[in-house]
Nanobody, 124 residues
Framework: QVQLVESGGGLVQAGGSLRLSCAAS????????MGWFRQAPGKEREFVAA????????YYADSVKGRFTISRDNAKNTVYLQMNSLKPEDTAVYYC?????????????????WGQGTQVTVSS
């Protein structure tokens, strides 16, 4: 069983920055691929960013490319999402997820464990 706990969400003005963190339980974090997804009210959960087990491969949704950066610290069992130049349309609940096969996947169904989410609200 893997437990994921997100933190770092909040209210920020458009153009501002936030850094989300996702702490994972267990001693095998370095084996997991990790992803960030988000879900806005009335919309489906969508892919944001992913990173493979080593951190050598990353993927981003087109909507966040150049503004968001995913990274990981395997010594701290934590994955991060640095979000810059935030826009009102980035408002959503942000979830981290773990893929036990260590890949950097863009599809929800490829992930095995999910956190509870953290709210990000960007005001205009």
């Amino acid at each position: 069983q893997v437990q994921l706990v997100e933190s770092g969400g909040g209210l920020v003005q458009a153009g501002g920055s936030l850094r989300l963190s996702c702490a994972a339980s267990g001693r095998t974090f370095s084996r997991y691929g990790m992803g960030w997804f988000r879900q806005a009210p009335g919309k489906e959960r969508e892919f944001v960013a992913a990173i493979n087990r080593s951190g050598g491969s990353t993927y981003y949704a087109d909507s966040v490319k150049g503004r968001f950066t995913i990274s990981r610290d395997n010594a701290k069992n934590t994955v991060y999402l640095q979000m810059n130049s935030l826009k009102p349309e980035d408002t959503a609940v942000y979830y981290c997820a773990a893929d036990l096969r260590g890949r950097s996947r863009t599809v929800l169904g490829d992930y095995d464990y999910w956190g509870q989410g953290t709210q990000v609200t960007v005001s205009s």
